[in-house]
């Protein structure tokens, strides 16, 4: 059994800080379980001694309680919650939800408190929901354990929707929406402080719950990033599409949540390419989400395949239809020739084109709308069969028959989907969908809508491997400098020039006599960060005259631009022409450990943001996926005319890189190559900074 | 009065083809128009002499009809068209709507018989609508000349949006949303075949049309790139919004949009160019659209700022927007200290930040809600105000109160936008409405709505001005090779270098010592396009003995790439090193006529696109702004420490090119200036290509 199932199907509960006025938080939260008709037993918990509370007997102690109680739920206020969850755990609850407000969001005081709470739980082996949670909600046993006022306006609709969210307000406010819009929910829960229970573990609950067929989240940070990958790979093996939502996008944004949460709102990118890796979907709006949502649960899974044919009754919309295709991604190919023969004989005066327009013809076939779904169902290769319909849905006795056929064209033709878009009224509506065909109004959120689904069903195919063991390492040291960064990552594997630190002008022209002209010769010190800013780097010298003269130059600079600095020496490595300039990176998030960097080509990182992000362990197919990512990347292939550079060199060095990352990741911070310059053959590390945590 | 007014607004119609049957197309016309209690003339025409159709005396001929005849609407068979045509002309009426279809649409033999229906209209100087074309509505005035099915359903509701659109099937598909969704409107129109009247003239006259508050369109092409101009500028004038949608944006879209239209879609670019300079909005689809009209239509405005205030229930949510608003490039400014502290007062334990999350403090507060609105009215310079309130709306008799505070606030910051985003009950949003404040159920939608209002208000700053008068200009000729392109552009006072074709080694190596070395010499052949690919560039030559030498090697080369090529001899022009690189170009929109084109930094055009377009002629402040709209132009601004280069060279380039590209428009079809490399002091255009229209 998972250990949240007592969270969410509780068999009895107490209500500690039960109210007899309904409309006080404490009498709220039993008004709504009693109007739900939940069918376990309720035992309202009032230290006032009441005998009676809103018609059910009460007690002034969890204590007083005669039977089994499975779950508390608190709502005193925080003085009392401490002796509430001693009372609850002393009756032998599986778990405590503490709806009351006033721990760790406030600050430090209220987070020792909370503390204090969670190691009574973790000692007595009891699971906590909240504190500051808006509780939650199971629409099949009809548990509905919140004071949240939305259920004064809206009760759910039972269905395959489950949402977790951190935020008790995005969890009424998605839940409104969809409630408003008439989706059918399983389980709604808000985690609030997740001191104990967080939306990683809901999910992976969810992943794993028979009733839910769709996870959508709402996160606002995350504590444990192992554990919520974990939970998003769990439900993309159950083949439920996850759906989740992370604020704090933009700067903006950012900026926001960190006056909101008191927490930095962690590095966006890193949630956007795990996400990805997990198989989840980033809606960017509550509305896609539910969008995203209602698709699925109608057709029942995720798209088939990218492959998409339209039928509409208006050209233009046809047309919006494809350029939305062309934004996601998706494919039309054309019907086929037997396809095309087919359409005629039925529209001779349509363009047997993919969008098929059918034109003001359709209306004088018998069974034309259907008939030409067929033909698009039968000749070609699309996994979905959009319909525009305009406003057909608006006169249900009219359309009914076609909703019939339709009906026998889904059994003859499972393994594709049929999605209509038209006005309808509910009545359509309701048919269309009890036979797994979704309907939208408007044109672009049916397309986004499938898009994303599609998108997430591509992502499934490269699922991310979670590392299995520990890399052995050992400790890092002397990291510092470039030449101790470049020496570190040579001996893990990674390409790094013949080079040497020189301290007289002598041995650097012997050093540079050794490995043969031109030669870079760079000032090394560990206080000289920017080098070229300073002149420290000299380019292709020569001759064995050109080093020693060299060395004496950068001497001079790095004495006269900075003169405290602690001086190694000069380093001369081999002057390398030509090639493709491309970074490789590692950033050890706090919450994701270990991710790692890929960009190319000049000023295009800057610029155009082109880089990309994966979790270390790469694979050499998890590499090329990251390598994918990037546009600039084109510049490897061939660019203008010039021979290809080595790709597999990039994949080698990208996956050692990973390597080291796992090995070191206790310790690092961040590793920067900039650039590693790919050859026709080979690629090279010509410059690197390794930073360590400042605790190491 | 407005060409169009009898279109729009006649006062007495003819319907030639009308029929008994209410649900045959002539027969729906009659109904709608009867159901709609139009109160002008109705005159229904069906040759079969009929004396009364549906109630109304009927006329076998428009011929018969005793009095004046504003309007024929035709809605006879294609054979029939013209003839009722010539019958209504000699009538007298003022304009004629065609409905019927087959015309243009099916091909060259349907154009033939369109254009002698336009040739007729001429020669009377009678206006027509269509052919095929779905009709129009007048609103205002119940004149309802459609016969769309979609008014089986849907009746509309009057307000301030008007809607012209080519396609009609488009026009329901946005009908039917606005109707469903309760929105206004005034007057919709199908311009369908545009043999005549297009969508252009409509705006014009939805410009000027004192009902029309926000005006909505959507074309699928444009036959008249001047009068579309013009038109979106007299609409700007008058301050109302216009939010124009054009299908055809991506490949896949254009690929559908061509099998549909049987034309081609035209340049998507141009069209995204020229709108932004007319001061109209893109919407990327119908809900957008109408999002955007709501917004305005209720405001009464485009948001007076860029600056947004928001107040939140729900920290999430308000992040939520906050990430909208950095994608929007919206601003959110800090509050002032004075509403820091009229914030902490209010609501001790909020941060009073922006967004201003109330907490659930808010609830315990007197009028919480409306004083924390009025804290970020008065205290924040925010033209905008967005409260995010939950689902307060759906308790009406509750939420009263507080709409009757937010009117009084509103008629007190009468410069100020307020919105509300949250569930809300009919009732609750009829009356926010009522006093201007739009209200929203999804954040999202929201805030794209205001983002894309703020962004047109922000482009009517900058508005295209059309040219006034034609250029005077000579023929073009010898532009065919590179040093003819760079003669003709150096003429037209673009920054060319000393250059010479030269036809022997020895009068090469002349003019290198004339000019100074070091030199680039370059194979000078009209029927080489591609120099480098065979070799027939050489650089940085330097000195004499270098010129007459690879005067040699150049005339070998193109022996043996190009035997058959015209050899003119070898061009010959100075060394020019460092400075950035940039691109220039003209094309002459067969629509839009000369656009600009401006890119910078080498592979940023082909990798990331890096380039945008302008209308000729510009100005120097239309040619900075084109500048402001590349990423790369960054390069040109001291790049990674680099000294900036001359900006002000690549202005006065842009002009004179622009100037260049207007008088030439007739002749030119596109000229290349690649690269355009601009120096710390100067430009100078290192290579060019002009290609003139076929016919020429």
Same mark, same amino acid.
Request: net charge negative; with cysteine.
């Given at each position: 059994?998972?250990?949240?199932q ?27 379980l009693?109007?739900?008709?939940y069918k ?21 102690s969890?204590?007083?309680i ?25 009756k032998?609850?599986?778990?405590v ?29 009891v699971?906590?929901?909240g ?17 949240s006022?939305? /259920? ?13 969210t ?57 504590r ?30 950012a ?21 990805q ?60 020739p ?10 001779p ?39 525009y /319909? ?9 359309f ?14 499972p ?49 991310y ?7 052995v390492?050992t ?10 960064a ?8 990674l390409?790094v ?5 020189c301290t ?6 012997q050093?540079?006599t ?10 090394? !010190?560990?206080?000289?960060q ?10 292709n ?13 950068l ?27 491309t ?18 080509g ?16 790469l694979?050499?197919? !998890? ?35 990973s ?17 590693? /310059? ?19």
């Amino acid at each position: 059994m998972h250990s949240l199932q007592p969270v969410f199907v509780p068999q009895s509960v107490a209500i500690v800080g039960a109210s007899s006025d309904p409309d006080r938080i404490g009498g709220r939260l039993l008004r709504f379980l009693l109007e739900a008709k939940y069918k376990g037993a309720i035992y309202p918990i009032n230290k006032s001694g009441a005998v009676e509370i809103q018609g059910l007997p009460a007690f002034a102690s969890v204590s007083d309680i005669p039977g089994q109680v499975d779950q508390a739920v608190i709502v005193v206020p925080p003085p009392g919650v401490a002796s509430a969850l001693m009372e609850s755990i002393a009756k032998g609850v599986k778990c405590v939800v503490v709806l009351t407000s006033g721990f760790a969001e406030l600050g430090e005081e209220g987070r020792a408190a909370q503390d204090k709470l969670v190691a009574m739980c973790r000692e007595a082996g009891v699971r906590m929901l909240g504190p500051n949670s808006l509780g939650l909600l199971n629409v099949d046993t009809r548990y509905f354990a919140t004071f949240s006022t939305v /259920l004064y306006g809206l009760q759910p609709r039972s269905g395959s929707i489950s949402l977790a969210t951190q935020s008790g307000a995005f969890g009424s406010c998605a839940y409104g929406m969809a409630t408003l819009r008439g989706l059918g929910l399983s389980k709604i829960i808000a985690t609030g402080n997740e001191a104990d229970i967080d939306v990683a573990e809901c999910i992976d609950y969810l992943a794993e719950d028979p009733q839910t067929k769709v996870i959508c989240a709402a996160l606002e940070s995350c504590r444990d990033g192992q554990r919520l990958r974990a939970a998003l790979l769990k439900a993309a093996a159950a083949g439920k599409p996850v759906l989740v939502m992370k604020v704090g996008r933009t700067e903006l944004g950012a900026a926001a949540a960190s006056t909101h949460t008191g927490s930095l709102a962690g590095n966006d990118a890193v949630f956007d390419a795990v996400f990805q890796e997990c198989g989840a979907y980033r809606p960017e709006s509550i509305e896609e989400m539910l969008d995203i949502a209602y698709y699925c649960t109608v057709t029942g899974r995720l798209p088939p395949n990218n492959a998409l044919g339209i039928i509409t009754g208006s050209g233009g919309i046809g047309v919006l239809m494809a350029d939305h295709a062309g934004d996601l991604n998706l494919t039309m190919p054309a019907l086929s020739p037997d396809g095309v023969a087919a359409a005629q004989a039925l529209l001779p005066f349509a363009v047997a084109a993919n969008p098929l327009d059918m034109t003001a013809q359709v209306t004088s076939v018998p069974d034309g709308i259907s008939r030409t779904t067929e033909v698009m169902l039968k000749h070609g290769n699309y996994g979905t069969v959009f319909a525009y /319909l305009a406003h057909a849905g608006l006169a249900p006795d009219r359309f009914s028959s076609t909703i019939d056929r339709l009906a026998e064209l889904r059994l003859q033709y499972p393994d594709k989907d049929l999605v209509m878009v038209m006005l309808s009224a509910h009545q359509s509506t309701e048919k269309l969908e009890a036979i797994g065909i979704p309907v939208f109004a408007d044109p672009t959120r049916a397309m986004k809508a499938m898009g994303a689904a599609a998108k997430m069903a591509a992502q499934r195919n490269h699922l991310y491997a979670m590392p299995t063991h520990k890399l052995v390492s050992t400790r890092l040291s002397d990291v510092g400098s470039e030449q101790g960064a470049k020496h570190v990552l040579k001996m893990a594997g990674l390409p790094v020039l013949s080079e040497q630190v020189c301290t007289t002008a002598e041995s650097a022209s012997q050093f540079a006599t050794q490995i043969g002209f031109p030669v870079v010769a760079k000032i090394a !010190s560990p206080d000289i960060q920017h080098k070229t800013e300073i002149g420290g780097v000299l380019l292709n010298l020569q001759d064995a005259a050109a080093v020693k003269a060299g060395f004496e130059i950068l001497l001079a600079r790095a004495q006269q631009h900075a003169p405290h600095a602690h001086i190694e020496g000069v380093l001369i490595t081999p002057m390398v022409k030509g090639g493709v300039e491309t970074i490789l990176g590692v950033q050890v998030d706090p919450t994701f450990g270990p991710m790692i960097l890929f960009g190319a080509g000049g000023t295009s990182v800057e610029l155009f943001k082109d880089v990309a992000l994966a979790s270390a362990p790469l694979t050499p197919a !998890s590499a090329r996926r990251l390598m994918e990512k990037v546009k600039s990347t084109a510049l490897l292939r061939g660019w203008r005319g010039s021979p290809p550079a080595d790709e597999a060199a990039v994949v080698n060095a990208l996956c050692q890189l990973s390597e080291f990352a796992m090995a070191h990741a206790d310790q690092l911070q961040s590793v920067d190559i900039n650039p590693l /310059l790919v050859q026709q053959n080979g690629a090279v590390c010509l410059d690197a900074v390794i930073s360590l945590k400042t605790s190491h």
